[in-house]
């Protein structure tokens, strides 16, 4: 499995193999590839919600570099260096600058950011850390950055899905060393 920090490109998830797979560095024919090909319910629906959650048809309320944002913040908590560096590429695509990006993984430490942004980072750090300890409270704080109840669920299945990104990753790098 390719341990590249860097993606070659940063694609849109259309273009080629599912993206677990291209993380990964899983070739179609090796042995994780028909590994995971046994499964392509599983597969499809892991690409699926890439697709529903980080390129929606309509974001709503909480933007492609908001999403992009968020799973770059994941991936560097969790920690992830391939997923860090696949969001680090989309966020840059979409005209994120450096400053933009130190001020994300640096966060609440780096540069300063806007309040919803602040926001939404604070938000993504406790569900990606403590997911219990979000309250009432921490929801109005979003509603009083200007998210609506659809876009905080946004935040959160984001979290959720980024979570089982890496989750998944680490599960396919340990079997890889077995097969």
Not at 108 to 119: K, N, V
Request: hydrophobic letters at 45%; glycine letters at 8%.
């Amino acid at each position: 499995m390719a341990q590249s920090t860097e993606p070659t490109t940063a694609p849109t998830g259309d273009d080629g193999p599912d993206v677990i797979n291209r993380l990964a560095g899983i070739a179609a024919g090796s042995p994780l590839g028909r590994l995971r090909a046994e499964r392509p319910e599983v597969v499809r629906a892991a690409q699926g919600s890439y697709q529903a959650l980080l390129e929606p048809d309509d974001p709503g309320g909480v933007s492609r570099s908001e999403r992009e944002m968020i799973a770059l913040r994941v991936a560097v908590l969790t920690p992830s260096p391939p997923v860090a560096a696949w969001h680090r590429a989309r966020l840059r695509d979409l005209g994120a600058d450096d400053a933009a990006l130190v001020a994300i993984e640096r966060f609440p430490d780096g540069p300063a950011l806007s309040a919803r942004a602040a926001a939404i980072l604070r938000h993504t750090d406790r569900l990606t850390r403590e997911p219990g300890a979000a309250t009432p409270p921490h929801i109005a704080a979003l509603k009083a950055v200007g998210l609506s109840p659809r876009d905080i669920v946004t935040i959160s299945q984001l979290v959720a899905y980024l979570s089982f990104e890496v989750r998944t990753l680490v599960g396919l790098r340990l079997l890889e060393e077995e097969l």
